[in-house]
């Protein structure tokens, strides 16, 4: 059975930072897509991130230069470093991991974060 944990959300100022983490089972994280999808209230769920074969990084415009993905396939746990935090990186975060050539994902249960003064 696969499972995605996301952890790490929470309430921060603007300008601040958060990194959140999404802690895999089940699944051969080596062998697979990560991405980090957000949703805000009353809106569609968007891509946020991606990371593929463990170097090759792509970021919405919205967030480039203020986030970071990565991984640590050793522990099976994925990152999305946030700074520069702004009201509108409000959202729920969830994970997705999607193995090489499957026509099908995983999702995490998502993280809340906030980001108000």
């Known amino acids: 059975q696969v499972q995605l944990v996301e952890s790490g959300g929470g309430l921060v100022q603007p300008g601040g930072s958060l990194t959140l983490s999404c802690a895999a089972s089940g699944i051969n994280v080596n062998f697979a897509t990560i991405a980090w999808y957000r949703q805000a209230p009353g809106k569609e769920r968007e891509w946020v991130a991606t990371?593929?074969?463990?170097?090759?990084?792509r970021y919405a415009d919205s967030v480039k230069g203020r986030f970071t993905i990565y991984r640590d396939n050793a522990k099976r746990t994925m990152y999305l470093q946030m700074n520069s935090l702004e009201p509108e990186d409000t959202a729920v975060y969830y994970c997705?991991?999607?193995?090489?050539?499957?026509?099908?994902?995983?999702w995490g249960q998502g993280t809340q974060v906030t980001v108000s003064s």
């Open positions: 997705n991991a999607r193995p090489i050539k499957a026509s099908y994902d995983f």
């Open positions: 990371i593929a074969d463990n170097r090759f990084t």
